[in-house]
């Protein structure tokens, strides 16, 4: 028989497997003190991983004097790091969603 103990009791282990105690792995990370899956913290690894990739380029490109590919290479990374934030906050409103509609669905 289903009583209050046992879903509490189930909730507290649910909520004990799906907490991940990660260190803020974002450097451009607004928000140091929410918690990430994995797979969210690979994602965003990879996604700073190109955008230094593109600053490094564009640097590089400064140093050959290629004024007009440096600021092309700037430019998409900006746009890379706009969109990263934008899908991080889109997630984090997701998460938050599902998070609010587990006690109520239980």
Do not use: G
Request: with cysteine; glycine share 0%.
């Amino acid at each position: 028989m289903i009583t209050r103990s046992n879903l509490a009791e189930q909730l507290r282990e649910y909520q004990i497997r799906s907490k991940h105690d990660w260190a803020s792995v974002s450097f451009f990370s607004s928000t140091s003190n929410l918690t990430s899956s994995r797979v969210d913290v690979a994602i965003f690894v990879i996604w700073e991983l190109v955008i230094l990739a593109f600053l490094v380029f564009s640097a590089v490109s400064l140093y050959f004097r290629h004024l007009r590919v440096a600021v092309i290479l700037f430019c998409i990374t900006l746009i890379l790091l706009l969109f990263m934030k934008i899908t991080k906050q889109i997630r984090l409103t997701r998460k938050k969603k599902r998070r609010m509609m587990l006690p109520l669905s239980m």
